[in-house]
């Protein structure tokens, strides 16, 4: 007695024998035995393709949302660092303008920039 080695259908192969079975005038059990299935798996493949299908149509699927948010606040906090930096940024660059005219109060002295 020889064994048939299991096949394993990727999901673009399914969805072709579903969508073949699914056309007027074609017979299930033709395609199935063309395709070497049993007509139970593709009935199964059936119910799992309508049972998802609904989700393509939704506006948004509530994983990406989730993921989408999470860099959205990720963004915004980069944003803020940036915007708190540019600042500190500008008035170090004020301070040390100043400080080369007659050292107003608040400057650092000469000593602190040598090294």
């Known amino acids: 007695m020889s064994e048939k080695k299991r096949r394993?259908?990727?999901?673009?192969?399914?969805?072709?024998?579903v969508l073949t079975c699914l056309q007027r005038g074609v017979e299930v059990s033709e395609v199935c035995r063309r395709?070497?299935?049993?007509p139970a798996m593709y009935y199964a493949w059936k119910k799992k393709l309508l049972a998802s299908a609904s989700q393509i149509f939704d506006e948004k699927p509530k994983k990406q949302d989730a993921e989408r948010e999470r860099r959205e606040r990720e963004?915004?906090?980069?944003?803020?660092?940036?915007?708190?930096?540019?600042?500190?940024?500008?008035?170090?660059?004020?301070?040390?303008?100043f400080c080369g005219r007659g050292l107003p109060s608040g400057c650092w002295t000469t000593a602190?920039?040598?090294a």
């Not at 394993?8 to 024998?17: A, F, H, N």
């Not at 963004?75 to 303008?97: G, Y």
């Open 8 to 17: 394993k259908w990727t999901g673009s192969e399914k969805l072709r024998i």
């Open 35 to 38: 395709e070497g299935i049993n």
């Open 75 to 97: 963004m915004s906090r980069m944003k803020d660092v940036i915007a708190e930096i540019t600042a500190e940024n500008l008035e170090l660059k004020k301070r040390k303008s």
């Open 112 to 114: 602190v920039f040598s």
